[in-house]
């Protein structure tokens, strides 16, 4: 218990849950090869790339196509886009603390998230529908199975706390 306060204390301190700092998708492959492959297969994986070179370094269009560029060095819209910068949540022992997770940074990705970009001015013929979208960038499903194959205890512990597991 007092490892765990002590370190919070030094995050805090050291400003997570404020300025997110990025550890890139190649970091969270190292752990979640299965969540990687799939994004690495969806078009936020390759925003950027559909931009002609001029437009690559247009701000308008990166702010969508790449919004963690400029800052953070980490381009298209990769996992801490919605998962919350992973600099102080990416190593194991914090990973299963759900509740710490959470404070150091990690967010829960939300319909209002994926509308900050999917909004009236991209260029989408049909309006986003949040569950039908969903659908299309799972890259979860195999990710719960095989934990759930590795650590069933722990996978019933998690459902018990928070049934929509
Ligand atoms: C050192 C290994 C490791 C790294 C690196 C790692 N993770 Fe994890 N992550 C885990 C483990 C293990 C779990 C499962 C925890 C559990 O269920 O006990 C997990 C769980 C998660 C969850 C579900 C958490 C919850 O409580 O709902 C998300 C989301 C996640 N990781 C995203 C990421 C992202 C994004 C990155 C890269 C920035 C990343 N992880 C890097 C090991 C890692
Ligand atoms: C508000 C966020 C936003 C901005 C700003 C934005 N885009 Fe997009 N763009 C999107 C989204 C979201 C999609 C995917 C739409 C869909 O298919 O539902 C998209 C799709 C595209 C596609 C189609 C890619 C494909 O795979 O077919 C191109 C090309 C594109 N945008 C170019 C641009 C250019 C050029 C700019 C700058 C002038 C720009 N976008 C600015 C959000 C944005
Ligand atoms: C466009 C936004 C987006 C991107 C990009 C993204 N994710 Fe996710 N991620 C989500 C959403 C939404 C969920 C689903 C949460 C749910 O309903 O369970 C999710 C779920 C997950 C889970 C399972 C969490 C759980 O509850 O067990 C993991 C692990 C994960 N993502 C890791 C990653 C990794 C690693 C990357 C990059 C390789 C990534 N994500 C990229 C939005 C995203
Ligand atoms: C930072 C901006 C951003 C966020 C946040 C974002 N997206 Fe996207 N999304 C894009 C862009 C840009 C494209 C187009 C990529 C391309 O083809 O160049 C896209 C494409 C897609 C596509 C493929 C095109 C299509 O409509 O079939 C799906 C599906 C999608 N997004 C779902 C989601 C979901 C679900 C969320 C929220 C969990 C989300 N996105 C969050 C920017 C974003």
């Known amino acids: 218990m007092q490892f765990r306060a002590l370190c919070l204390g030094v995050m805090l301190a ?3 849950g404020r300025a997110a700092d990025f550890v890139g998708p190649e970091s969270c492959k ?3 090869a299965q969540a990687y492959d799939a994004w690495k297969q969806s078009k936020h994986a390759r925003a950027k790339d559909s931009l002609s070179p001029q437009q ?3 701000a308008r269009c990166l702010s969508c196509h790449a919004p963690n560029l400029a800052d953070q060095n980490v381009s298209n819209v990769s996992c801490e886009t919605c ?3 992973g600099q102080f949540y990416a190593s194991s022992y914090v990973m299963k603390d759900p509740e710490l997770l959470r404070l150091v940074g990690l967010v829960d990705p939300s319909e209002k998230g994926c509308r900050t970009c999917h909004d009236a001015s991209s260029p989408s013929l049909q309006p986003f529908s949040f569950v039908e979208k969903l659908k299309l960038i799972d890259h979860w499903t195999a990710e719960k199975a095989s934990r759930a194959e590795a650590a069933p205890a ?3 512990k998690r459902q018990a706390r928070d049934p929509n597991r």
């Open 56 to 58: 690559q370094s247009d």
């Open 30 to 32: 190292a752990c979640h």
């Open 14 to 16: 050291s400003g997570a």
């Open 83 to 85: 998962h919350g910068g």
């Open 154 to 156: 722990d996978v019933a």
